[in-house]
């Protein structure tokens, strides 16, 4: 079968919202300002200037450090800690999963549906590994009155020797 030609593509009808309120929809900036207002947060123009960087690319692990990199980069003038407060504001209204290796090293992961990672020793680079391809056989039982909230999985990888 072959492929349509670009132009009839074009002449496709498009599904289009007709609400007033939706003329915005598909603009990516819009969208953001709305998915931070859903999550209960104002949309600033920092928010919005990070939430950019953070979500315009796909899943991605990212630490505070470079996020902060990535903003003065692209000329967003902006403070370390705004960013510090910033990825913990988007982590507690689910924007974003926070992952703690080492103790030291936290990455923020934009991916918060539940699944496990390989972290590469090397690069310090965290790699998603799907929730189902982990089977947790045995696991100690919960303290006293606790119950068991989620499991992390950090497989560590390194070159082979
Ligand atoms: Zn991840």
């Known amino acids: 079968m072959s492929r349509p030609?670009?132009?009839?593509l074009t002449s496709l009808p498009i599904a289009r919202p007709k609400a007033v309120n939706d003329v915005m929809a598909g603009c990516p900036v819009h969208?953001?300002?709305?998915?931070?207002?859903?999550?209960?947060?104002r949309p600033t123009r920092q928010?919005?200037?990070?939430?950019?960087?953070?979500?315009?690319?796909?899943?991605?692990?990212?630490?505070?450090?470079?996020?902060?990199?990535?903003?003065?980069?692209?000329?967003?003038t902006i403070s370390l800690a705004t960013v510090y407060n910033t990825l913990h504001q988007f982590t507690l209204a689910g924007l974003l999963r926070e992952i703690s290796v080492d103790g030291s090293k936290t990455y923020f992961d934009t991916n918060t549906s539940k699944h496990?990672?390989?972290?590469?020793?090397?690069?310090?680079?965290?790699?998603d590994i799907p929730d189902n391809l982990v089977r947790i056989l045995d696991l100690p039982d919960p303290l006293e009155g606790m119950?068991?909230?989620?499991?992390?999985?950090?497989?560590?990888?390194?070159?082979?020797?």
Request: charged share 30%; proline share 0%; net charge positive.
């Open 116 to 127: 496990h990672h390989f972290l590469i020793e090397e690069t310090n680079q965290l790699v």
């Open 47 to 76: 928010r919005v200037a990070l939430g950019w960087l953070l979500f315009a690319k796909g899943d991605r692990h990212i630490t505070a450090e470079r996020l902060y990199e990535e903003a003065t980069g692209s000329r967003v």
């Open 5 to 8: 030609a670009a132009q009839n």
């Open 147 to 161: 119950e068991v909230s989620s499991v992390d999985v950090v497989v560590r990888l390194r070159k082979k020797r």
């Open 31 to 41: 969208e953001l300002r709305s998915k931070l207002r859903r999550s209960g947060l």
